[in-house]
T-cell receptor, first 114, second 109 residues
């Protein structure tokens, strides 16, 4: 089934630990995105990639890093987790960044940093 | 700066019509999107407007006025399953989406 998957579904993490959230899409989309969603706030873009091999910083990139070695995968790494990174993380993809191409979202990862 | 405003919460009755407004101020404009998000789930695409006017898609319609920085989502013949949050987002000059905080729509029988 075509779509976008994320792993893990949820995670409780001790502060200071390193964590990688995985995201894979099988739609051959060029563009991929990482968002965080916090209560009362809109989705906020962390990092994005318009095509394999390129990445860019979004609105809230500090404390996060990404890589885009191939079209399908776009992992998000927290080098040293802090409690303020407790959030729901959504990965999304779209055929292209430009135009009216809709973004398809993964099911999300609920991360708690203690 | 960049800002998108939409009401925090609205309540409507099953079978009725509801209009959810969104006003925006962004650096550059490359279209406006509406998404639906049920509690605990991922957002799903509803509509895209880049030109002024009304786009109709079944029970849902979306309107855009670029000169006023204004959009609305119109939901007709409301059903209980329409209870969800509705997210307004604009695509800025870098082709990235800027999101509003969402409007939680509560449908009552």
């Amino acid at each position: 089934i075509a779509g976008i998957t994320q792993a893990p579904t949820s995670q409780i993490l001790a502060a200071g630990r390193r964590m990688t959230l995985r995201c894979t899409q099988d739609m051959r989309h060029n563009a991929m995105y990482w968002y965080r969603q916090d209560l009362g706030l809109g989705l906020r873009l962390i990092h994005y990639s318009n095509t394999a091999g390129t990445t860019g910083k979004g609105e809230v990139p500090d404390g996060y890093s990404v890589s885009r070695a191939n079209t399908d995968d776009f992992p998000l790494t927290l080098a040293s987790a802090v409690p303020s990174q407790t959030s729901v993380y959504f990965c999304a993809s779209s055929d292209r960044a430009t135009g009216g191409n809709e973004q398809f979202f993964g099911p999300g990862t609920r991360l708690t940093v203690l | 700066g960049q800002n998108i405003d939409q009401p925090t919460e609205m309540t409507a009755t099953e079978g009725a019509i509801v209009q959810i407004n969104c006003t925006y101020q962004t650096s550059g404009f490359n279209g406006l999107f509406w998404y639906q998000q049920h509690a605990g789930e991922a957002p799903t695409f509803l509509s895209y407007n880049v030109l002024d006017g009304l786009e109709e898609k079944g029970r849902f319609s979306s309107f855009l006025s670029r000169s006023k920085g204004y959009s609305y989502l119109l939901l007709k013949e409301l059903q209980m399953k329409d209870s969800a949050s509705y997210l307004c987002a604009t695509k800025d000059s870098n082709y990235q989406l800027i999101w509003g905080a969402g409007t939680k729509l509560i449908i009552k029988p």
